[in-house]
């Protein structure tokens, strides 16, 4: 067992503690409270952590990224992320792309990211299948938290820029949500046609099988959501119009001008994943960025996550993305959530990371200061239990 002790402990659930501890076992935190409450007869504690005066919290999450799909310092040969042949592409899988020799993991696991949602970029329509993987292992099998985590598909320019040079649909708005609605409607009739099979295979014959739509199903089974790069308000209630015709989950990535319709969204209640903020108005598309959007949809109430989008913005930054969007007006602890327990619930995966709670997974950082001071390092890093930095 480890034991961590005498740290300040930020949950990012209900009860926070100036001076706790954490006990853990077999990669799972199984007791955390009060030093004063204490019983150290009641474990045999094998390694000890002293966290005097350190910040101890939940190993942070980027929801929302590409580490492992374009690796760093390589160009070509490790970029891996668009499949930009066709805008249909759900059946393509992170897993089959991500390196975890990618030294970006090393960089955010020092950063004490514990968790990553990376996956296809944002050249086609419907560009494959996320995944959530820890930023600790040398075999991405071994890494992997939850896969598929979601379905990634694109509004806006770059689906319309990519497929315009090619000559190609889509080369407008309309056409992007028209192919996203003709596959989500192949998907329906395939679904039904399964269906009808299941329940009658004597007198139904079954449909040839289709990999794109067997991926698609997920989605109208609303077992993972439409991950949906949108960055202008427009986009944003396109993608809420095919939410709603579908009956399906989504989750609305990067949200831009989020902060023009806040109360929209507001009403809409679904999660954000906002930024990358740490970036150049590279496009249109973001000529109102500001890091004021993520304090403006909080306050608002909704789930926000803040994200690196990285390599846009290198992962590492994460927590200085937060610390600017707290200098820019969001409320300091709703910033933490923004990079831990929000990102986790968004993207379905808070049953075992996101804050630190008897059951979940042992994935905790420890600072020599607050995580939201730029001057603050990494001490310790943690994931399943296993300490996998030391700078202490």
Not at 180 to 187: G, I, S, V
Not at 279 to 308: C, H, Q, Y
Request: aromatic share 8%.
């Amino acid at each position: 067992m480890i034991l961590i002790k005498n740290g300040k402990i930020l949950t990012m659930e209900d009860t926070d503690y100036d001076k706790g501890y954490i006990v853990i076992k077999d990669g799972k935190i199984v007791d955390i409270g009060d030093m004063e409450y204490f019983d150290e007869e009641r474990y045999e504690i094998s390694q000890l952590i002293d966290a005097e005066g350190d910040y101890v919290l939940p190993g942070f999450i980027d929801a929302h990224c590409h580490v492992g799909m374009w690796e760093d310092s390589i160009g070509f040969e490790g970029d891996d992320g668009n499949e930009d042949t066709d805008p249909v592409t759900p059946h393509l899988r992170a897993i089959d792309a991500i390196n975890p020799y990618d030294r970006s993991f090393r960089e955010a696991m020092e950063a004490g990211i514990t968790t990553v949602v990376t996956g296809p970029g944002s050249a086609n329509v419907i560009g494959g299948q996320f995944a959530a993987v820890k930023t600790y292992g040398r075999r991405i099998d071994d890494m992997i938290l939850k896969e598929p985590v979601a379905m990634k598909v694109a509004f806006g320019e770059n689906p319309k820029t990519v497929y315009h040079q090619k000559n190609q649909s889509p080369v407008t708005r309309m056409a992007t949500a028209a192919i996203l609605r003709e596959n989500l409607l192949k998907a329906r009739e395939y679904k039904k046609k399964l269906e009808e099979y299941n329940k009658n295979p004597k007198e139904k014959d079954k449909p040839d099988f289709d990999i794109k739509m067997e991926s698609l199903l997920k989605v109208l089974n609303r077992e993972i959501p439409l991950k949906a790069h949108v960055h202008r308000a427009d986009d944003i209630f396109t993608a809420l119009r095919i939410k709603k015709e579908f009956s399906i989950d989504i989750t609305l990535e990067h949200c831009t001008e989020g902060h023009l319709i806040a109360d929209y969204l507001k009403e809409e209640a679904v999660p954000v994943m906002v930024g990358p903020s740490l970036s150049d108005r590279s496009k249109v598309e973001l000529r109102n960025l500001t890091f004021k959007t993520p304090g403006i949809l909080s306050r608002e109430g909704l789930s926000v996550a803040i994200i690196t989008d990285h390599p846009v913005t290198p992962i590492q930054y994460l927590p200085l993305c937060a610390a600017l969007a707290v200098r820019e007006g969001m409320d300091e602890y709703e910033a933490l959530k923004a990079i831990t327990i929000n990102p986790a619930n968004n993207t379905g995966i808070g049953d075992r990371v996101g804050s630190l709670k008897v059951g979940k997974d042992a994935d905790i950082a420890i600072f020599n200061g607050n995580p939201l001071d730029f001057r603050t390092r990494t001490k310790y890093v943690l994931i399943n239990g296993k300490i996998t930095y030391k700078n202490a």
